[in-house]
């Protein structure tokens, strides 16, 4: 089993920025890739970016290509830079990873194991 935690959510007006982080415990050798995910009031939930462990290949939703950055912090750990931050993107942000092979990144379908999720509201 693994356990993920969020962090770094909160209020930015605009054209602002916020750092996401999420910290991985338990089973983490298993762990093939992680990445973010988010889900606005009444939508599905999206993919927005991942991060191979294996390759180091990074992966982003056309929306958030040149705006948001994910990197991996240390051994167990990820963070999603968010820059120039616009009302589309207000969600509950969700840290996943997976353990399965093959992974496709953007398909929800193939992560594991998911976080709590940590709000962002981007707002004037």
């Known amino acids: 089993q693994v356990h993920l935690v969020e962090s770094g959510g909160g209020s930015v007006q605009p054209g602002g920025s916020l750092t996401l982080s999420c910290v991985a415990s338990g089973r983490t050798l298993e762990i093939f890739g992680m990445g973010w995910f988010r889900q606005a009031p009444g939508k599905e939930r999206e993919f927005v970016a991942a991060l191979s462990w294996r390759t180091n290949s990074e992966y982003y939703q056309d929306s958030v290509k040149g705006r948001f950055t994910i990197s991996r912090d240390g051994e167990n750990a990820v963070s999603l830079q968010m820059n120039l931050l616009q009302p589309e993107d207000s969600a509950t942000y969700y840290c996943?990873?997976?353990?399965?092979?093959?992974?496709?990144?953007?398909?929800?379908?193939?992560?594991?194991?998911w976080g709590q999720g940590t709000p962002v509201a981007v707002s004037s």
């Open positions: 996943t990873a997976t353990s399965s092979a093959p992974w496709s990144p953007t398909n929800r379908a193939d992560y594991d194991y």
